[in-house]
């Protein structure tokens, strides 16, 4: 972990914390992913989540929120890197979500929350406009994610979503979402986290104007009735 933590310029005691991570994550008795082994663990989730630390708009983030966190990445590794900021881990899966705890307790992680509820729900109520930056990897289309994360970010906020290989009609479908939204189509930025990986960009949406009453759309509805 030393290796990563020096690639993306993080302090000792951070490469500390995700090496406490890991541990926990390869002891696991239920882990919500395939990839477990420290090693591959340290490529795969921490130096693929760290890439966005290429992208200006999450230093200045005091809030993050994590969409379909999963095991919790990258919400957790984001939570050790921004220690000032407050990342909530968005899970709609219950049992997911003990499992990020238990992470985040073994290492330590005293920033991070997980949040056993549906985006959509959560941008209803308590979560409208009440994050600075939205992440999201490996979990929907483009157009999907920015319906999902548009309610849920403040003015000036921006959405960040983790993908592979690009694909002009998703990317457009995406643009066209935005713009119902309130978003507007920022960079998208080629990233190489590791040795031997390929293909990943991160696409990056910044919320420009104020998002119209009436999305967030009833849980299930974006995925099913995709914007743009």
Excluded at 67 to 89: K, Y
Excluded at 128 to 146: F, G, K, M, N, W
Excluded at 180 to 186: F, K, M, Q, S
Aim: glycine content about 8%; hydrophobic content about 45%; proline content about 7%.
């Amino acid at each position: 972990m030393k290796r990563v933590a020096e690639q993306f310029g993080l302090d000792a005691a951070a490469g500390e914390q995700l090496e406490r991570l890991l541990t926990a994550l390869d002891a696991e008795a239920d882990p919500p992913t395939t990839v477990r082994s420290p090693a591959e663990a340290a490529n795969v989730h921490v130096a693929d989540s760290l890439a966005v630390l290429t992208v200006p708009q999450i230093h200045q983030a005091d809030s993050i929120a994590d969409l379909g966190s999963g095991a919790g990445f990258p919400g957790l590794v984001l939570a050790i890197a921004l220690p000032r900021g407050r990342v909530d881990l968005i899970e709609s899966n219950r049992r997911k979500c003990e499992v990020i705890e238990r992470l985040a307790a073994a290492a330590g992680i005293g920033n991070a929350h997980a949040l056993p509820v549906r985006a959509e729900e959560w941008a209803s109520g308590e979560g409208r406009e009440a994050y600075a930056v939205a992440t999201a990897r490996a979990l929907a289309s483009l157009a999907v994610l920015v319906e999902y994360a548009a309610p849920l970010l403040r003015a000036g906020g921006a959405l960040v979503a983790w993908k592979g290989a690009r694909d002009p009609a998703e990317e457009a479908a995406g643009e066209a979402a935005a713009r119902e939204a309130g978003l507007e189509r920022g960079d998208v930025v080629p990233v190489t986290p590791y040795e031997g990986s390929r293909s990943r960009h991160l696409h990056l949406y910044l919320k420009v104007r104020s998002t119209p009453e009436r999305f967030p759309r009833r849980p299930g509805v974006a995925a099913r009735r995709p914007l743009g």
